[in-house]
């Protein structure tokens, strides 16, 4: 092999790599360039944005943290053992990464609308799915959820199961040895997951519009003043949650890369 | 007395048993076998972490094969240690003595430090407490694992290969720990490997496993002189093993199938099927040995080939059949042996085990 060809090779993925990292950055540096000097203050003064900038978080913030308490425990099951119908559950998980998201939205107001069979049960509760928090929250759970139950799952599958055999043989119990020994080492992976699912949850459309057009989250927001009075008015929303969303994921990398000294020491 | 009563295992396809093994409180047992005869099956099941299909395990009289593994009171320790890594020396070993979270507040967690520090003294670890297992040598994990295994008070210790990942110094002085911790403490050991040096460098007692079936259960001498089966034999390195039958009219003789025979001491047993020598029992003899073809058991063959394996080496003659013979090289040297030549055998009668 000659001496060039690893540089030559070095030198195309570079280039590669740069005009990709370009097609993602320059869209939004566009966007934040084209808002003007000042939009953020002027943004967060529009009680419109700021409302929906709050609901368009939490609503994803409680739909992660519902996929956490059910969707950890099924990644861990998917994990460690083998069933029958264990490859269906794994596609039907997945089934909502390829539904067109307003077919999703769709599909979940043929169950949870009005005259939808789990709606019309929980009618009489006060529980209702359109055009309420609940399905927004809803429609972000069915679309994201994958994106924490397959990060789970994963990383679950990468803990050698052998740690909670000997954890078993100390006196654990199933759930102490998941607890004390495989989540300790799986967290960040959760959380990876999470935050995943919470990103996706957050810039979803489709499905929201369908099931709770009102109240706004922020994409629903930001489509409506594009259509009702142009590219300048929907440019604060949508560079508010560009930069919400930017932060939060670089807070959270901070937290789940390990620092070079705890690596050196040889924590997880 | 810890027991295993027509244990059954089924994994993936492959299927262990029905076998019956009992081995002594006190005893260092070994379950010996080649990779992929079932051992750590057979390990995982005493241990309660893998279901057996049929039979029973008792350890001291109790029917433990449908407690759950944190209620039978047995010590694991793998072939890597497995450490947990999130945790650090002492933490790992307070696991084992009941730290309910690894940093557990207060005096729950004082309490423990006397039982730490007394585990981390018997198994050398004393200097590493603080450490993380990601900093320790395979030696120290080893040896970290074991404290952690012995915490809670195991009325059994299982080993899944625990030398096999460690250097020859390490070994030496796990070795020694392991020993000591049978001898001097009584506690029972069941110790899985497929090498042969560490299974004798240890163990007391010996129970060879081959393709998911118990073929023999003895002393050392018992498996590596006298094997049970051909299977037994092979596993030992007796690399001659030939189909035979008694002589008619003189049973201390066996005829082997591919021509010649070999006297045994004492006539052969009912049925037998073959005759096994060990390579390091053959002695070779230059070409102009007097007793060529006179003596007893003295065979003159042609070297096909010389397997050189550092101090000792394998020639292979071809006498026929093909024997092994083990070679130092200083004998190697002293006699000119290269492949080509003439050469004696001698096959003493006593080393000849009809299986």
New interface residues.
């Given amino acids: 092999m000659s001496g060039r060809r690893p540089s030559l090779f070095w030198a195309a993925c570079a280039v590669a790599g740069a005009l990709l990292v370009a097609f993602v950055v320059l869209p939004a540096a566009s966007m934040i360039a084209g808002a003007g000097a000042g939009f953020l203050g002027e943004a967060l003064r529009q009680g419109d944005i700021r409302r929906s900038l709050w609901l368009t978080v939490s609503a994803a913030l409680i739909a992660t943290a519902i996929a956490f308490v059910v969707g950890v425990p099924l990644a861990y099951v998917l994990a460690r053992r083998d069933f029958v119908g264990k490859r269906a559950i794994e596609g039907l998980i997945d089934l909502p990464i390829v539904f067109p998201h307003t077919a999703a939205g769709i599909a979940l107001l043929t169950v949870y609308g009005r005259d939808g069979m789990v709606g019309r049960l929980l009618a009489p509760f006060g529980i209702s799915f359109t055009e309420t928090v609940a399905g927004i929250v809803l429609a972000m759970l069915f679309v994201s959820l994958p994106f924490l139950v397959d990060t789970a799952r994963e990383t679950f599958a990468l803990v050698?199961e052998?740690?909670e055999?000997?954890?078993?043989?100390?006196?654990?119990?199933p759930g102490g040895a998941f607890l004390?020994?495989t989540f300790?080492?799986a967290w960040r992976g959760v959380l990876a997951g999470a935050v995943l699912m919470w990103g996706r949850g957050i810039s979803e459309f489709g499905a929201v519009v369908i099931l709770a057009y009102n109240p706004k989250v922020i994409s629903v927001l930001t489509f409506e003043r594009f259509e009702g009075f142009g590219l300048r008015a929907a440019q604060p929303p949508a560079v508010l949650i560009v930069i919400v969303a930017f932060v939060v994921f670089l807070a959270v990398r901070a937290v789940l890369l390990p620092r070079r000294g705890r690596l050196r020491?040889?924590?997880? | 007395m810890i027991s295993l009563r027509a244990l059954a295992i089924e994994a993936g396809g492959f299927g262990v048993g029905p076998l019956d093994l009992d081995v002594p409180v006190g005893e260092y047992a070994v379950l010996l076998g080649p990779s992929g005869a079932g051992k750590t099956l057979v390990l995982?099941a005493v241990?309660?972490?893998r279901p057996v299909r049929t039979g029973a395990v008792l350890i001291r009289g109790e029917d433990v094969t449908r407690m759950?593994?944190?209620r039978?009171g047995?010590?694991?320790v793998?072939q890597d240690g497995?450490l947990?890594?999130?945790l650090t020396v002492a933490q790992n070993i307070a696991?084992?003595l009941?730290a309910a979270?690894?940093a557990w507040p207060g005096r729950r967690r004082r309490a423990l430090r006397p039982g730490v520090a007394r585990l981390a003294a018997e198994t050398g670890v004393t200097e590493l407490l603080d450490r993380?297992?990601?900093?320790l040598s395979g030696g120290e994990r080893q040896r970290v694992a074991l404290a952690?295994?012995l915490?809670?008070g195991?009325r059994l210790l299982?080993l899944d290969e625990p030398l096999s990942a460690v250097d020859a110094d390490a070994r030496e002085g796990l070795q020694d720990l392991l020993r000591r911790l049978s001898v001097d403490d009584g506690l029972t050991v069941l110790h899985v490997t497929h090498d042969l040096g560490e299974a004798f460098a240890v163990g007391g007692l010996f129970a060879v496993l081959v393709a998911g079936r118990l073929q023999q259960v003895g002393a050392l001498y018992d498996v590596l002189r006298r094997p049970a089966t051909v299977e037994v034999a092979r596993f030992m390195g007796a690399r001659n093993v030939f189909e035979a039958r008694p002589v008619p009219g003189d049973s201390s003789r066996l005829a082997l199938a591919p021509g010649g025979t070999l006297r045994i001491s004492g006539p052969a047993p009912a049925g037998v099927r073959h005759a096994v020598v060990r390579p390091d029992d053959i002695t070779v003899l230059p070409e102009k040995y007097p007793s060529i073809g006179v003596g007893e058991n003295v065979l003159a063959g042609r070297v096909r080939r010389v397997i050189c394996a550092g101090a000792t080496s394998v020639v292979e003659v071809d006498v026929p059949p093909l024997f092994r013979a083990a070679v130092s090289a200083r004998e190697l040297e002293a006699l000119g042996i290269e492949p080509g030549i003439m050469v004696g055998l001698h096959v003493p009668a006593a080393a000849v085990h009809a299986v």
């Fill in positions: 050698d052998r740690y055999h000997v954890a078993r043989t100390l006196g654990s119990s004390r020994v300790p080492q020491k040889g924590a997880p | 995982e241990a309660g972490i759950p593994a944190e039978r047995v010590g694991l793998f497995l947990f890594p999130h696991y084992g009941g979270w690894p993380r297992p990601a900093t952690r295994a915490a809670p195991p299982l």
